[in-house]
Each structure stands twice: as C-alpha cells, then as structure tokens.
C-alpha cells in the first residue's frame, strides 16, 4: 500500500488548510495537503462578497472592538469570544498579508483597499475583489504554495520536498496510537487504490456539511467529513444545531435551486420586495436590534451615502433575521411566483455599475435563470449555506481534545456563536488556519517520540465492505431520503415532534446504511464513494437534529417554532456531541460557556448587553467596572 511520512497532514484545500499547510511549512515541518476534490476547487474559491477585516479604510472609525462587537452580535453572544477577539485583531494583518503574496483588492478612490458593506456589520469592512473574492484567495494562496516549493527546490533539488499536495485523494479515517493522532487513512478517487499517511498531526479544514440537505448553497463534496472523522476520533462538536440558512439562494429553475446569490447584492443598494411590492424587512426588525436599522426606506437609502448620520436599512439585518422574514413573507402568500421573494438591484444602480459591482451575478443569473438583474428583480430564498457548529478546538492554537488533532475553517466550531456574520468566514480561515499550523508546528516540536501508525486493516475493511456486499441498498436512494428529511424536518424553522421525527428517519437510515452495496469496482466509481460520504452525513445529521432537539429556545441558527424567543436558562450553555469510535450513537451534554473576560464585556454598553446576557453576567459586568 502506498504510504508517505509527514509532519503535519492537512486535510482540506480551502483557505484554512492553505493557511496551516503554509505556516507548517514556514516553521520547517514537512507537510501534506490532501483534498478529496481538484486542486483549487474548494468551497473557497466560490466565496463573492469579501473577506471582514477592521482596516479603516473607507470609515476610519471601525477597529478591532467594534469587529469584535458585530460578530459577538451577530452570533448571539454564544461565541467563544477569545476566537471573536483573535479573529477582529488579526484579520487585518491576514489581509495585508495575502496582498503582500500577490493578491489584489479593489481600490478605493485613494489607492486603499476598498470595503464593502455587509449584513451585521457596522462599517463598510469586507475587502473584496468584484464578487470573486474566494478565487483571488485561493489563487493568492496557491501561488504561495508554489513559492515555497520553488525555495525548497533551489535548497533540497526537489520541489515537494516539504509540501506536497494530494488531490482528489478523500480521507476515510484518522488513525492514532495509544490516544494520540498517528496519521490518516485516505483512498485516491481515480483508481480506489488506498494510502496511508504517517504523522504525529492531523489539521482538519475539510469545509462544511451541506450535503445533508436537498436546497444547499455548498457543492457536492461538503458532506460533512472532517466533522465525522473528528466525532470518530474521539474529539467533541459544539454547536451543531446552528446552521445558516442563507437568506437568498436562487429559487429558479429548479436544477440551480440553491446556488448562492451574495448578499452584496444587498449590500451595495439591492432591496426585498413581497408580491404586493413592499419592502417588508421594515416589518422584521426585532427588537435587539431596533435602535440599529432605519425605520423608514427614505433613512435607509440615505444611509447608503451618508452612514454617519442615518441607520442601515433593514435588508442588512444578520442573515438569520433576513431567511426568517423571507420564509413568512412567502408562509403568509405574499411569495413570488417560484416560491421566494424579490430581490431587485435593476431599480437602485445603473446597468453598468451592476455590471461592474456584480459581475458574477449577473452572468448567474442570464446563464442559468435567462434573467437579466439589470432590468429585472431577482427570485430569491433560504438555502442551506454554512454550519456554525463544528469541532470544539483552543481558540489559540486550534487543538482539540484528542493530541494531535487539529482543526480551523469550517470545520471548527465557537468563532461564530449561534450565527456568522457574512465575510467573517474568509478572513476566519486566514485567522485560525495560520494559528492552525502554527499550533500543529509546536505540538509536533513537543513530542519525545512519533506515535505508530495502527488500525490500517479496519480502516481498510470500512472502505471495501460496500464494494464485497452482493446486494444492498443504494446509497442514492439513502442520501435522497436524508437530504428530503433534514430540509423537511430540521430546517429554519423547527418543531419538537417534526425534529423527533427526523431523528427516528436517520436511526433507521444509519442502520440501512450499513448494509450499502455499490456495484461496480473501485475505479472512479461514484457511487462507492457515497456510500462511505453517506456515514458522515448521517453522523453530522444526527448531531444536528439531536441538539436542536434539545436546546429548547431559538437563537440565531436555530429557530424553535415551539420556543419563539432566546431564553436566558440558554444562554450560558454550549451542546457538545461525542461518540464512540463506530459511530453507533451521538451523544449530547451540556456544558456551561467560560464567562467573558473584563477587558471584552466591557466594550459594550450595559443597555445592550442586558438584552443578551444573565442577570449573573450583569452582574460580572457591574463589578469588571466598579
Ligand atoms: P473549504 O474551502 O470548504 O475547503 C474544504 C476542503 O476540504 C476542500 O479542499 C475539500 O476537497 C476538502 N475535503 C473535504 N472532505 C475531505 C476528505 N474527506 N478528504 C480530503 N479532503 C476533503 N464566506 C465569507 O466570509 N465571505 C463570502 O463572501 C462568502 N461567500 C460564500 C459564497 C458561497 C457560494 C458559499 C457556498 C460560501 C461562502 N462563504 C463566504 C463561506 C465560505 O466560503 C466558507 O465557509 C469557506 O470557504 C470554508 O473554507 P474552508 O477552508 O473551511 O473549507
């Protein structure tokens, strides 16, 4: 069997796993980056609106703590807040940083780089390159990638002497020894010839879990693998029941039904309209948030050139509040044809600034909709877009509890809370990937001895024992099944009895699962390949539906119709999902989230915060200042 000795593998070619792999490098440790799809085509590359970085280029008033602030807003105050601080301090230097390998933002008008508004945030804060700004990422970080390998060549004669990369190659298991991590176990997708990685850390950024349900902005390889590989290894998820239902996905024609339509559109003048022509987010502003959005289109449209002396308009509520209100307008009739709402941006900016501000859009939208956005409202709705939850890591280092295994991107679960702010995803991966690797780097320098490879034989049985079953279910019919009853049952908006329900369909298709057959051998053969895609979305799903289960309010990405509101006996508390290393069942516990440090709570205003937090939190506030 092919075999290889690394330092540190990465698992995932998006921005995180790009940034660990290159501070792994960076800090001499040889280094594998695996991706089970091309090189290059990760999630990343289809972000558009803009990396969220507190440079003070177009408003000088936004810093760090006002960055803080938003985000811990936007997740409800259920962030790990070290991971919000870290992340609102260092984006800005992530950003510079990819400048200086080569990327190029758009300009403000003297030479800066340009910043967008965005849902949730206070200032125009999100760097971007038109609506691509994930390819100029990806590209940026790729290019870094081969000027390492280019130094290495000029030093060792041989360009992947310390990083090499592994493309559409999909880990199937992590492997450890006596409790610690020990390497990966992986399978190439073209031939189904199996490898074996032989490294004392495993950086998981292997993206997101969209899979698990039918309407998804994500592509087909986010099947919630690095959540599942972490869960078996013996390592804790935070935070499941929080996914991001983004508020606008195209809702026509029905094979793109999905696919996401950026909430630039909204940031740069687009606004939602019901079928009666109304501009219905004025309706949909809770209270938390009503002294922050105008209340009257006239001070919302100002606000687009005069932000210091109006208030944002309502379309820019955090994407949580945005899907809820789209999903009433279109319960209560006033819906567009297809089923969603209108989003027009032909009405507020001239053809060519549409043309030149949303290039992708627009080709979006003519190509696969033969819909003209320049002339013509957008049909738009809720898709299922990003998971909140993830693995429970060290907010400083990327750790989790198993030694050896890290995580950032994604995958990780805390920096977001219950809701992430759109683009605070980007500039997430830069953050967190680096100290990722660095985390990995220093674990690996710790260590007196390199733990052995072992359990290759079981990983390996895992993987053939759906080719070697004469008969069985088909795990396309099994994946239709769960994608129907995750978006049916555990969708935005959520009910005991339906989510019970939901529970009871992944029970019986986890058991069905088992019994998997994929005809065919095991070369390029898709099928196989979702038959084992098929345990993790299972695993992912279970935890998602058993948290939501559980937490019995609604905040952020979780929306209880039977808990309308967020509830204070919920607000200190963090669900986290275990389970054993056959994944025959997810546990779930309570846990009680660490209390905010003096210095961060009271950066906000006790009025404010005495809308999010416990009378005991208050409490600390009053003596932090006294
Ligand atoms: P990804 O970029 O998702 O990469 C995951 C990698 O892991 C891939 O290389 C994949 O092949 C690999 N992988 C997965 N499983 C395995 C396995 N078993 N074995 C080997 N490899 C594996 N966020 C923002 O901040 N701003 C935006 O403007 C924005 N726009 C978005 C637009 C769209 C359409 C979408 C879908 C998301 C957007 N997001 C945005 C969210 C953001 O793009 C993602 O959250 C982010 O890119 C995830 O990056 P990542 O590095 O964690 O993983």
């Known amino acids: 069997m092919e075999r290889h000795e690394y330092d540190v593998v990465v698992i995932g070619a998006g921005g995180a796993g790009l940034r660990a792999a290159i501070e792994a490098r960076q800090q001499g440790k040889r280094t594998a980056i695996i991706c089970k799809s091309l090189f290059g085509k990760a999630h990343t590359v289809m972000a558009e609106g803009g990396a969220a970085a507190a440079m003070g280029n177009v408003n000088s008033d936004d810093n760090w703590?006002?960055?803080?602030?938003?985000?811990?807003?936007?997740?409800?105050?259920?962030?790990?807040?070290?991971?919000?601080?870290?992340?609102?301090?260092?984006?800005?230097?992530?950003?510079?940083?990819?400048?200086?390998?080569g990327a190029l933002f758009d300009r403000t008008k003297d030479g800066k780089i340009s910043q967008r508004n965005f849902g949730g945030h206070e200032y125009p804060r999100l760097a971007h390159v038109g609506?691509?700004?994930?390819?100029?990422?990806?590209?940026?970080?790729?290019?870094?990638?081969?000027?390492?390998?280019?130094?290495?060549?000029?030093?060792?004669?041989?360009?992947e002497a310390y990083i090499k990369v592994f493309a559409e190659c999909t880990v199937t298991r992590l492997?450890?020894?006596?409790?610690?991590?020990?390497?990966?176990?992986?399978?190439?997708?073209?031939?189904?010839?199996?490898?074996?990685?032989?490294?004392?850390?495993?950086?998981?950024?292997?993206?997101?879990?969209?899979?698990?349900?039918?309407?998804t902005s994500n592509s087909w390889e986010y099947t919630g693998d690095g959540h599942a590989l972490a869960l078996l290894a013996g390592a804790q998820l935070i935070n499941m029941e929080f996914i991001q239902f983004h508020p606008t996905g195209m809702v026509w024609p029905p094979s793109v039904r999905g696919i996401l339509v950026t909430e630039s559109v909204r940031g740069d003048g687009g606004v939602l309209r019901n079928s009666l022509g109304e501009r219905f987010m004025f309706n949909y502003v809770p209270d938390v948030f009503k002294d922050k959005y105008a209340t009257s289109e006239e001070e919302g449209d100002r606000w687009y050139t005069d932000q210091a002396n109006n208030r944002r308009p309502p379309e820019l509520l955090p994407r949580d509040e945005v899907a809820r209100a789209i999903n009433a307008e279109v319960k209560a009739g006033r819906g567009s044809p297809q089923g969603g709402v209108f989003l027009d941006v032909s009405s507020r900016l001239p053809a060519a600034e549409i043309i030149k501000r949303l290039p992708s859009m627009?080709?979006?939208?003519?190509?696969?909709?033969?819909?003209?956005?320049?002339k013509e409202p957008m049909q738009v709705g809720p898709t299922c877009h990003y998971i909140m939850g993830g693995v429970e890591v060290d907010a400083d280092t990327g750790a989790a509890s198993v030694p050896g295994l890290f995580a950032a991107g994604e995958v990780s679960?805390?920096?977001?809370?219950?809701?992430?702010?759109?683009?605070?995803?980007?500039?997430?991966?830069?953050?967190?990937?680096?100290?990722?690797?660095?985390?990995?780097?220093?674990?690996?320098?710790?260590?007196?001895?390199?733990?052995?490879?072992?359990?290759?034989?079981?990983?390996?049985a895992e993987a053939v024992a759906p080719l070697e079953r004469g008969g069985g279910e088909n795990p396309y019919e099994l994946h239709h099944e769960l994608q129907r009853t995750m978006n049916e049952l555990v969708g935005i908006i959520r009910k005991a009895g339906e989510v019970g329900d939901a529970l009871d369909v992944v029970e019986k298709l986890k058991e069905r699962a088992h019994n998997t057959a994929s005809t065919g051998g095991k070369i390029y053969n898709p099928g196989w390949h979702l038959a084992l895609d098929l345990r993790n979305m299972l695993l992912v799903s279970e935890c998602v539906?058993?948290?939501?289960?559980?937490?019995?309010?609604?905040?952020?990405?979780?929306?209880?119709?039977?808990?309308?509101?967020?509830?204070?006996?919920?607000?200190?508390?963090?669900?986290v999902c275990s389970a054993p290393p056959d994944g025959s069942e997810v546990t779930v516990v309570e846990k009680e989230q660490p209390s905010m440090r003096d210095d961060l709570i009271t950066l906000f205003d006790r009025g404010e915060l005495s809308k999010y937090v416990t009378e005991d939190e208050l409490a600390e506030y009053d003596a932090a200042l006294a």
């Open 545 to 575: 539906a058993k948290a939501a289960l559980i937490r019995e309010e609604s905040r952020g990405g979780h929306t209880r119709d039977d808990y309308p509101g967020m509830s204070p006996d919920w607000r200190r508390k963090l669900l």
């Open 65 to 101: 703590m006002v960055h803080f602030r938003d985000t811990m807003r936007g997740g409800k105050f259920l962030n790990n807040w070290r991971m919000a601080e870290l992340h609102a301090k260092e984006a800005p230097d992530r950003v510079w940083e990819l400048e200086a390998w």
């Open 362 to 374: 627009h080709h979006q939208f003519k190509e696969l909709a033969d819909v003209d956005i320049t």
């Open 175 to 215: 492997l450890k020894d006596d409790g610690a991590i020990s390497g990966a176990f992986a399978y190439w997708r073209e031939t189904g010839k199996f490898i074996v990685f032989d490294a004392p850390a495993v950086v998981l950024a292997t993206g997101g879990i969209g899979k698990s349900y039918v309407v």
């Open 413 to 460: 679960g805390g920096m977001h809370g219950s809701n992430r702010l759109g683009g605070n995803s980007l500039s997430d991966l830069l953050v967190f990937g680096r100290r990722a690797g660095a985390g990995a780097s220093q674990y690996v320098d710790g260590l007196t001895r390199r733990p052995a490879v072992t359990g290759v034989e079981e990983a390996m």
């Open 131 to 159: 609506d691509r700004t994930g390819l100029e990422m990806i590209r940026t970080l790729q290019q870094r990638v081969v000027a390492l390998q280019q130094e290495d060549f000029a030093v060792h004669g041989d360009y």
